[in-house]
């Protein structure tokens, strides 16, 4: 099954399609190229699920200038004013440190959820005419999207070492171990799915209580990423999001730290 059949968070991911001009694509760096990406799927999996009138993303960079993707409503539809009015909420709310709020301009009562990460913010604002938005449903999506451009900004931690993993196929499916090391027990998984079973493996080496929620790898233009996200037993999701190169299973592992992690 391929990762753009797959449900659940994924498959903004899975199904990314150039959203910027191709005029403007050719002005980016590579690494640019794929933060537009991430950020745009994750504004496409909220547009697909929610009626919104208002829809931006705000990424924050602590040592460089900040990138807006405005979705909803198109720049073109807006006078000079009501633009200058709601950037300047949008640089309020930035601005203003809370991790939620909510503000109103001309008749749109708009949310906006901040998810810390290590060298970078994101700000997603969500917004709908003359009604507040219930954002507790849109956490997860906002949450794993924008750790996920904090991720990549960040890259791989140091001091995150993968661990070593002996894969072996048998009827069963795939069995992982994990072997000891860097704060890492003995771990082991078997699972018809080999992302599946090398992170449940590494859970069960971590010691950790979350659990496994999905991971896959997806495709971001000439790149190869891996996407992995645990959960808590409330349902708040930790995702893992690195670059993958020739190793699937230890990307796979890679990104199950960096969930565990936090970072």
Avoid: W
Wanted: with cysteine.
């Amino acid at each position: 099954m391929s990762a753009a059949q797959k449900r659940g968070l994924g498959r903004g991911l899975a199904a990314i399609l150039p959203t910027a001009e191709s005029s403007e694509n050719e002005l980016l760096s590579d690494n640019d190229r794929i933060l537009h990406s991430l950020a745009n799927a994750g504004l496409d999996q909220l547009a697909s699920t929610t009626k919104l009138d208002l829809l931006a993303y705000l990424h924050l960079p602590r040592f460089n200038e900040p990138v807006l993707f405005l979705r909803k409503p198109e720049l073109s539809m807006l006078s000079p004013t009501r633009v200058y009015r709601l950037f300047d909420r949008f640089v309020q709310a930035a601005r203003s440190g809370m991790l939620e709020g909510t503000f109103t301009e001309e008749a749109t009562v708009t949310v906006f959820l901040r998810t810390p990460g290590t060298t970078s913010d994101g700000v997603h604002f969500l917004g709908r005419t003359n009604a507040l938005i219930d954002s507790t449903a849109l956490r997860t999506t906002t949450h794993t999207f924008a750790s996920i451009c904090n991720q990549f900004v960040a890259g791989m931690p140091t001091d995150l070492l993968t661990p070593r993993l002996i894969v072996e196929l048998n009827d069963e499916g795939t069995t992982v171990h994990v072997l000891p090391g860097d704060d890492l027990r003995r771990g082991r998984a078997v699972s018809t799915d080999p992302q599946e079973a090398v992170v449940r493996a590494v859970l069960e080496a971590s010691g950790s209580a979350l659990a496994y929620r999905d991971a896959r790898e997806v495709i971001i233009g000439d790149e190869h990423a891996v996407l992995v996200v645990l959960s808590e037993h409330n349902g708040t999701p930790h995702p893992g999001f690195v670059l993958s190169e020739d190793d699937l299973l230890q990307a796979t592992a890679a990104a199950t730290l960096r969930a565990l992690a936090g970072r």
